[in-house]
Every structure is written in structure tokens, then in C-alpha cells.
């Protein structure tokens, strides 16, 4: 069975520019969450959708958004690109009281 | 708010047995989790103590103690493949995917 997938895995871009990442949980997951993990930190959370609804939004500001769509994939856009984006951002499908994470797109603002 | 500290590094030799603990402050949480991470990799669930007391997985167990807000994983026989991050992370009260993870302890096991 295939995992949580996610596009890009690698993406460079310059400040003010708009990013859009995107994520399918496992088959059968209908929740999913969005982390940023900046280098050496433990992931921080940024979105939770359930049902296409958000159910979460962690402490980030308003140029961050997300979406579900009904097959239950996801997408996170961040706007106006700062050099402080910059980070790993990791997109997670539940099940029960685990997370299972993808692998991640690392974003590099440059 | 809620917030998780642990030791930034630990060291230990292969075969041997290491405890990473964990020492939180939070206003209520449902339940505690264990993520191991190697570099460049993602998290990857290893353990979940809803209730006080141990919780074994082969080679994995955890711990929880609400009254001493302090948790601890607990790794036996190690493997050098056991070489990582690991991370503790407290669910909210109500459920949901909002972790908030710990520090984490970069694990360095020698021969």
C-alpha cells in the first residue's frame, strides 16, 4: 500500500512568490494535517482538514492556506514568500492516535 | 500554551539501553507520542501512552506520568540503525492531528 505522498520534494524559490504544495494520505484516511519543520526543530502544525472542513490552524499567519479536496488530497499555498519559510513542510494522514507522515517537500526561499 | 523539553543529544553504545525523557507543561492533553526522524527523513509514529503508566513495543516502550508531567521512551538492545531524532509530541484534549512536539533528542549510538 502506498503512503503519504507528497509533490514537490524539492522546491526553490525567490521571496514574494507563491508556493503550492501538495499531498495524498494512505487510502482510507480522511484527515489531513500540514507540519513545517524548520532544521534542527521538532515539526510545528500548521493546518488540520477532516472531511474537507479545517478542524485546525496552528500559529502562522494569513499567507498560509490549505484545502482538501473530496478524494481527500490535500494542498498548502503559502503567498508572498519569505526567506523564513524556508523549511520542510510535512503533510500527515491519521489513523486512530498515529500520524503517518510523507516524506516531505523541503522549500528553499531564496 | 504547551511546551516539551528534552535532552538535545544522547549517546549510547550498540546493545546497550537508553532512556530519552521527556518534561512537559501543558493545560491538558489526551495523550503523549513517540516519533522517531532519521535525516532527511519523515517521522515516524513508534508509541502512544493515553493513560499513565508503560506501554511496550518490541524493542520500544513508553511511559507517561500525568502527576510528574514526564514521559520517557525507553530503547533496548540498540541497533546503530536505531541512530536518529526522536521526538515526543502531546495530542490535545479532544483528539485531532494539532501535535505539538517536543525539542528533540538526536540519538548517537556507537559500537
Known amino acids: 500500500d502506498a503512503g503519504v505522498t507528497q509533490s514537490p520534494t524539492h522546491l526553490i524559490k525567490t521571496r514574494g512568490q507563491h508556493v503550492t504544495l501538495r499531498c495524498s494520505p494512505i487510502?482510507?484516511?480522511?484527515?489531513v494535517s500540514w507540519y513545517q519543520q524548520v532544521l534542527g526543530q521538532g515539526p510545528q502544525f500548521i493546518f488540520q482538514?477532516?472531511?474537507?472542513?479545517?478542524?485546525g490552524r496552528g500559529n502562522f499567519p494569513d499567507r498560509f492556506s490549505a484545502r482538501q479536496f473530496p478524494n481527500y488530497s490535500s494542498e498548502l499555498n503559502v503567498n508572498a514568500l519569505l526567506l523564513g519559510d524556508s523549511a520542510l513542510y510535512l503533510c500527515?494522514?491519521?489513523?486512530?492516535?498515529?500520524?503517518?507522515f510523507g516524506s516531505g517537500t523541503q522549500l528553499s526561499v531564496l | 500554551g504547551q511546551s516539551l523539553e528534552q535532552p538535545s543529544e544522547v549517546t549510547a553504545v550498540e546493545g546497550a539501553i537508553v532512556q530519552i525523557n521527556c518534561t512537559y507543561q501543558?493545560?491538558?492533553?489526551?495523550?503523549l507520542s513517540w516519533y522517531q526522524q532519521h535525516d532527511g527523513g519523515a517521522p515516524t509514529f513508534l508509541s502512544y501512552?493515553?493513560?499513565?503508566g508503560l506501554e511496550e513495543t518490541g524493542r520500544f516502550s513508553s511511559f507517561l506520568s500525568r502527576s510528574d508531567s514526564y514521559g520517557y521512551l525507553l530503547l533496548q538492545e540498540l541497533q546503530m540503525k536505531d541512530s536518529a531524532s526522536y521526538f515526543c509530541?502531546?495530542?490535545?484534549?479532544?483528539?485531532?492531528?494539532?501535535?505539538?512536539f517536543g525539542t528533540g533528542t538526536q540519538l548517537k549510538v556507537e559500537l
Open positions: 500527515a494522514s491519521s489513523f486512530v492516535d498515529a500520524l503517518f
Open positions: 487510502s482510507g484516511h480522511k484527515s
Open positions: 482538514y477532516y472531511e474537507k472542513e479545517e478542524r
Open positions: 501543558t493545560s491538558g492533553f489526551y495523550g
Open positions: 501512552n493515553a493513560l499513565d
Open positions: 509530541a502531546v495530542q490535545p484534549g479532544g483528539g485531532g492531528n494539532k501535535l505539538t
